[in-house]
């Protein structure tokens, strides 16, 4: 091989590297776009709820700013498809009870019998035992 093909063969991946890289780039600039926009939709709706609820606005607010809001989630849903993740970039799983509207979790309650105190079992160590 020679030296030619070496330095092509560089080029080439080069040129994929770059390639990754600005898709990951533009993957990055459309989450802060829908990130920026799903908080202009949820000050929509807190706007058209206050609205409603204590002067006396029109409940048709509200149901518009829950439609822009749905229809937001749904093609937040279908643009993973768009731009899949780049090979070896870590998954991230979807966590319930984030802004997407399902119930909130909660911690895990302890195991039964467990205080949080380390077991004395294998005997009691201090820092003079090292």
Not at 13 to 22: F, G, I, L, P, R
């Amino acid at each position: 091989m020679g030296l030619m093909d070496k330095a092509r063969e560089a080029a080439i991946k080069a040129t994929a590297q770059a390639q990754q890289m600005a898709q990951q780039g533009q993957a990055k600039v459309q989450q802060a776009q829908q990130g920026r926009s799903q908080a202009q939709l949820f000050q929509a709706l807190g706007e058209a709820v206050y609205a409603e609820q204590r002067q006396g606005g029109d409940p048709a607010a509200v149901q518009n700013a829950l439609a822009a809001l749905d229809s937001h989630f749904a093609a937040a849903a279908a643009a993973p498809a768009q731009y899949p993740p780049a090979p070896g970039a870590p998954q991230q799983p979807a966590q319930p009870g984030a802004m997407g509207g399902g119930a909130p979790t909660s911690p895990t309650p302890p195991m039964p019998g467990a205080t949080g105190a380390p077991a004395a079992s294998a005997g009691d160590f201090t820092l003079d035992d090292l």
